[in-house]
């Protein structure tokens, strides 16, 4: 079993990512991965008592284990509900006269 492993720590904001590859020694955590990557300090926003964090988009805990070839994310809060923001786009497309709005909207009246 080797005693390192190789790893990548991504975090991404709209209008930047970053990934920073790692090498860390058998038995490391995600905090561990974390701390190591320097994203704290470049980002001091970051809170991880807040934010979630995963692997390959899988949430895990801060002191779950990494492997070789994880890519540790750390993970924004939704700046919006994504089915809210789902609901709102259709109810916009329906108000705009689309024929498939309008297929929509006489479905809707005819249930109602």
Known sequence: MPSELNVE???ALP???????LTLAQGAT???????SGLLQRFPALDL???KVGV??????LDAAVEAGDR???YRALKADPKLA????VEKVRNEGSRE????????RKGS
């Open 9 to 11: 720590v991504c975090y």
């Open 15 to 21: 209008s930047e990512q970053t990934i920073i590859p």
């Open 30 to 36: 995600m905090r561990d991965a974390i701390e190591r």
């Open 49 to 51: 008592g807040r934010m």
């Open 56 to 61: 390959f988009g899988k949430v895990r805990a």
């Open 72 to 74: 540790v994310e750390i």
């Open 86 to 89: 789902r609901q709102r786009r």
């Open 101 to 108: 709005g309008q297929k929509w909207l006489g479905s809707a």
